[in-house]
C-alpha cells in the first residue's frame, strides 16, 4: 500500500506525468470540440493527448486513509465522439480489484479533462468523482 506522501514525489504517478503529454492535433480536438464547454475546452488537446496515449497510473485519495494506486486503461483508436471504449482500472496492483465500463469517446475525454484540470491544481493524478460513480454503477 502506498502511504500518504506528497503526489508530487510519489514515485508511481511518475510513470504517467501530465506535465509530458503530447496534445492531440488540431483537426481531432476540432471533432471533439462541440462536446465540451468553454472551461474544458482549453485542456481539451491534452486530454486528447492522454485519451490517445491509451493509459493511466494515479493513486485514488481516501480521506483519512493511505491513497491506493490504480493503471486505467482504454482502447484509443476511436476516433469519434460517439464511438464507445472499453475502460478497465485496477486498484492496489490486485486483479480482485479490477473494474471495467463501457464509455463513449467523449465521455472519457471529459473524465480525462477533469484528470488534468486537477492535476493541475493539486498535483494529484486521480480520476474525478463521477468517474468512479459511472464504474462502481451496476
Not at 116 to 127: A, E, G, M, T, V
Not at 132 to 137: D, E, G, M, P, V
Amino acid at each position: 500500500m502506498v502511504g500518504s506522501k506528497t503526489t508530487t514525489t510519489n514515485s508511481h504517478q511518475g510513470t504517467t506525468s501530465l506535465d509530458n503529454i503530447k496534445p492531440a492535433p488540431p483537426q481531432l480536438v476540432g471533432i471533439f470540440m462541440p462536446y465540451f464547454n468553454d472551461k474544458k475546452r482549453k485542456y481539451l488537446p491534452d486530454a486528447m493527448g492522454l485519451y490517445q496515449q491509451g493509459n493511466l497510473e494515479g493513486e485514488r485519495q481516501i480521506i483519512g486513509a493511505d491513497n491506493i494506486p490504480f493503471v486505467a486503461s482504454w482502447s484509443s483508436n476511436s476516433l469519434l465522439p460517439s464511438d464507445l471504449n472499453r475502460c478497465r482500472i485496477q486498484f492496489d496492483n490486485n486483479s480482485e480489484l479490477s473494474y471495467e465500463m463501457m464509455v463513449t469517446a467523449s465521455e472519457l475525454v471529459d473524465f480525462l479533462s477533469e484528470v488534468i484540470l486537477n492535476y493541475k491544481k493539486r498535483k494529484n493524478i486521480d480520476f474525478p468523482k463521477a468517474f468512479y460513480y459511472k464504474l462502481l454503477r451496476k
